[in-house]
């Protein structure tokens, strides 16, 4: 049972959207924020949906972060808005490119505090894995960054800032005159799989998504989009009706017992809860396949028993299984299943009728693959006092 008294959230640790002081950046803002952050600062009533119109495509259909250059706005707006706003991503501190062409991005935010990154490229697609928050709470045993205490949550600004950083990196921005619907796509696929759980950072991350998905603007399909989480149950719902974008599932064990040790959060919704919850999504969200996410650990999930009653418990869900080599890290008190093992587990699931496809680590040479992401500079868990004191938030 839950216990009423605990917060799903981590609300003590959100920081606001916008600016108290200075300029407002205008990064992040959903569309009906920006619309009345213009008519605050002075904007005509009537100009200002067509106003909002036009920096917003600015901003996320071409790339553009300086207001002279936004040349169908008249220069004295153009002036009015420079006095007034700012539009800012996060700075890129460092990028390291793997042997297999992976990418990881060392990312500084407000308050000096860092996160990463990680573009994956495919033959055929090119995937981003952002985070959403500094650090982690949920101390998943295999999980690197789940060492990192968390700091706090990131602004929706923040995240959708990391595809905008990305694209500049990957030159992806449409060139003048060109139509970006049109463009082939080097980054077609964002997954919510980085630092943080994202279902703990609902509101940012939703409207982050939003914005991603705006056909005016960076313009991804939902069915482009997967959120990962390990299970906060009061929060899938609200993924389905707000956000609509793919789930995956953080799963890793057949067993409460296993589970609780492998995936703490498993001790406030254990898998029969759970597995209800994730019942009623494809339903609500008319969504696809929910991924379940099974991170092979050597001799503790990834038996032939393991297999089987991972098939029961996901009996009449629309899903596929991904097989996840573990990926070690410095003092991990795991090892990877063997291939073999692995191998062997695969087939039992596709045998059952579901998809189950192991992973290729990708990046593991620069610790950019699952599990492994952690920001060079560790920070302590900070009150809300220090973080506002330290971002001016």
């Not at 200075?22 to 200002?48: C, F, M, S, Y």
């Not at 040349?71 to 460092?94: A, C, Q, W």
């Not at 630092?195 to 982050?208: H, I, Q, S, T």
């Not at 500079?377 to 973080?387: D, G, L, Q």
Request: net charge neutral; hydrophobic share 35%.
């Amino acid at each position: 049972m839950t216990d009423a008294s605990v917060p799903i959230t981590q609300d003590v640790l959100t920081v606001p959207r916008k600016l108290q002081l200075g300029p407002i950046n205008l990064v992040g803002l959903p569309r009906i924020e920006l619309h009345d952050a213009l008519i605050e600062a002075g904007t005509n009533a009537k100009q200002a949906k067509m106003r909002t119109g036009q920096i917003w495509q600015w901003i996320y259909q071409k790339g553009v972060r300086e207001f002279d250059q936004m040349t169908n706005l008249s220069k004295d707006y153009r002036t009015f808005l420079k006095e007034r706003f700012v539009v800012m991503v996060p700075e890129v501190v460092s990028k390291q490119v793997s042997v297999d062409g992976t990418r990881k991005y060392l990312i500084r935010i407000a308050g000096g505090h860092e996160v990463e990154t990680v573009y994956i490229p495919e033959k055929d697609r090119g995937t981003l894995c952002i985070s959403s928050q500094v650090g982690c709470t949920l101390t998943c045993s295999f999980c690197h960054t789940g060492t990192q205490k968390l700091v706090r949550n990131l602004t929706a600004g923040e995240i959708i800032g990391q595809v905008m950083l990305a694209r500049d990196d990957l030159n992806e921005w449409p060139e003048p005159g060109r139509n970006p619907v049109n463009t082939a796509r080097l980054l077609s696929n964002i997954v919510l799989m980085g630092m943080g759980e994202p279902l703990y950072n609902f509101d940012n991350v939703r409207d982050a998504m939003k914005i991603a998905m705006d056909p005016e603007g960076i313009s991804l399909s939902r069915r482009r989009i997967t959120l990962s989480t390990s299970g906060v149950v009061p929060e899938i719902a609200r993924t389905a009706t707000e956000i609509g974008c793919l789930l995956a599932i953080s799963f890793h064990a057949t067993t409460n017992e296993v589970r609780d040790q492998l995936v703490p959060i498993n001790k406030r919704w254990n898998l029969d809860t759970l597995i209800d919850a994730l019942r009623e999504y494809p339903k609500v969200s008319n969504s696809e396949r929910i991924t379940f996410e099974y991170v092979m650990l050597k001799d503790i999930n990834d038996s032939d028993a393991d297999a089987h009653r991972l098939v029961d418990l996901i009996k009449g869900i629309p899903a596929k299984v991904n097989l996840i080599p573990f990926n070690p890290w410095p003092g991990a008190p795991y090892e990877r299943s063997t291939n073999n093992r692995i191998h062997a587990f695969s087939e039992i699931i596709y045998q059952a009728g579901y998809a189950s496809p192991v992973r290729k680590p990708r990046g593991e040479d620069i610790f950019a693959a699952c599990g492994q992401l952690k920001s060079a500079t560790e920070r302590e868990r900070k009150s809300r006092k220090e973080i506002s004191a330290e971002t001016g938030l």
